[in-house]
């Protein structure tokens, strides 16, 4: 058996990086080395089998952070797919704008030839600063920026999502301007 470097499995995780899409990305991430560990990987250098990587799989690539139990990585002919799944999923990036995006969900599929990520059981996707959107299932179209939940996601349940006014408090990690002391009369 001959044992492969982490480099097989980085290459084709690196097409998650496309995942979270412009809207919700630090475009520079996507030319940031990826770093991938998992307890265990079973990888084939044939693009036609699958890429498996199971146990405590964490992928780093620039800002972006991925938690998973599982990914499950298909690249060969036509198909370009990137399935996570885990207890939950949990993903985080900064955005170019500065704000950071979040999201957890069950599982979460990247499907590259269709530029869709969905995010699916009990999925919940927040900006700090913009808002969050909570379902069952959410998809998210990269070419289009569409975002769908509830029956337009092909899901049933509640949709939920919070706006934030454009006046809210500073982004995260920045500090509030301090305030003005009222002036001071001089009584003589």
Not at 21 to 26: E, I, L, N, Y
Not at 92 to 97: H, N, T, W
Request: glycine share 10%.
């Amino acid at each position: 058996m001959i044992r492969r470097t982490a480099s097989f499995p980085t290459v084709l995780v690196a097409l998650l990086c496309l995942c979270v899409g412009s809207a919700w990305a630090k475009s520079s991430d996507r030319n940031q080395r990826m770093n991938v560990s998992s307890d265990s990987s079973d990888c084939s250098v044939n693009e036609s089998e699958p890429c498996i990587l199971r146990g405590n799989v964490h992928i780093v690539q620039g800002t972006l952070e991925i938690h998973s139990s599982k990914a499950d990585v298909r690249r060969g002919g036509n198909e370009q797919v990137i399935k996570l799944s885990g207890s939950p999923v949990k993903m985080k990036q900064q955005m170019d704008d500065g704000g950071w995006m979040n999201a957890t969900a069950a599982r979460i599929d990247y499907d590259q030839n269709r530029d869709t990520v969905v995010f699916s059981g009990n999925a919940v996707v927040k900006q700090p600063g913009r808002g969050s959107i909570s379902g069952e299932r959410i998809v998210y179209n990269m070419a289009t920026g569409q975002v769908q939940s509830g029956a337009a996601a092909g899901a049933g349940g509640r949709v939920n999502m919070t706006f934030e006014p454009k006046n809210q408090a500073p982004a995260e990690g920045a500090k509030p301007e301090p305030k003005a002391e009222p002036a001071q009369q001089d009584k003589n």
